[in-house]
């Protein structure tokens, strides 16, 4: 299975709502359309900062399919599957191929606890149900489990299960991901933004971003510097974009991501209930960093 086309800074998009919390498409199409402008790789669609878990199935299809119309074909389109039963994934997993995503991402399922074994055969039953390539999503903060290193390297052997992102958070773990996978071409790629080009250097592929929502061009900066060999450039994007993604905690996630895009002019509205908005403290604030980092 060719996979060298999985690379380089995917945003996992937002997904604007209206006020009855149904797809706005028109402002899906924007938003499609600014993080291409930025130079983004790939989109995910249906990702955490797309609020998933608010969307039922009509809606999330909705979703799918407008963003695949809108790339039409400029750059792949993964589709995120955050649902908790394997059969619920496998379903999910199929509508996506059917809409034409051209790879699907998978969080472990949350709520539950489950051993490591019963994470391995829920993966493996999923990736077997698609011809598409899957990849994980490691994300133990938001579902409550961890991906560890040892399952990586036993899940890594199934053929089209090809990578993971990586949100933990801890760069040990990033390593170890790298390391043990290094010889079966298995992409990792980085999922806290601010340990991008960390990541990159130990042999990530890219990044899924929630920032290039909002600063595609910058988040590519850091890819694109690193990958010319220019790495005290990709440290200066780096450190350019930290405040921002330190700014995240300014409201409940995955809220700050809209509150930043509809600042700089990308119209996305609301949240999803229960999540609300910044404070208007908080929102000057945010105001603050994105005009110090000249977004604004």
Known sequence: MDTTWIRGVIPPIVTPVD?????????LRGVV?????????????????????????????????????????????????GAITTK???????MGEA??????????????????????????????????????????DRVGNNISANLIERLADIPNLVGVKDSSGDMT????????????????????????????VYGAVGCVASTANIVPALVVEIYDKYINGDLQGALEAQFKLAPLRMAFNL????????????????????SI??????????RAKLKNILTDMGAL
Do not use: W
């Open 99 to 140: 809409l034409g995503a051209q790879a699907l991402t998978i969080l472990p399922p949350m709520f539950l606890t489950p051993t490591e074994e019963e994470l391995y055969q829920h993966f493996r039953k999923i990736a077997e149900a698609t011809p598409l390539p899957v990849l994980l999503y490691n994300n133990p």
């Open 173 to 200: 773990l990033t390593a170890e991901y790298i390391r043990r996978t290094r010889s079966k071409d298995f992409k990792v790629m980085a999922g806290r933004d601010v340990m991008i080009l960390g990541s990159l």
């Open 251 to 270: 409201a409940s996630f995955p809220v700050v991501t809209k509150e930043a895009m509809n600042l700089i002019g990308v119209s996305v509205g609301a």
């Open 88 to 94: 619920e994934c496998v379903t999910l997993a199929r």
């Open 19 to 27: 006020e009855n919390e149904l797809v706005d498409e028109q402002g």
């Open 33 to 81: 359309e600014h993080v291409i402008a930025g130079g983004v790789h790939g989109i995910l669609s249906l990702g955490s900062n797309g609020e998933f878990y608010g969307l039922d199935r009509e809606q999330q299809e909705r979703a799918v399919r407008t963003t695949i119309e809108q790339v039409n074909g400029r750059v792949p389109v993964y589709m995120g599957i």
């Open 273 to 282: 209930l229960p999540n609300t908005a910044a404070s208007e403290v908080n």
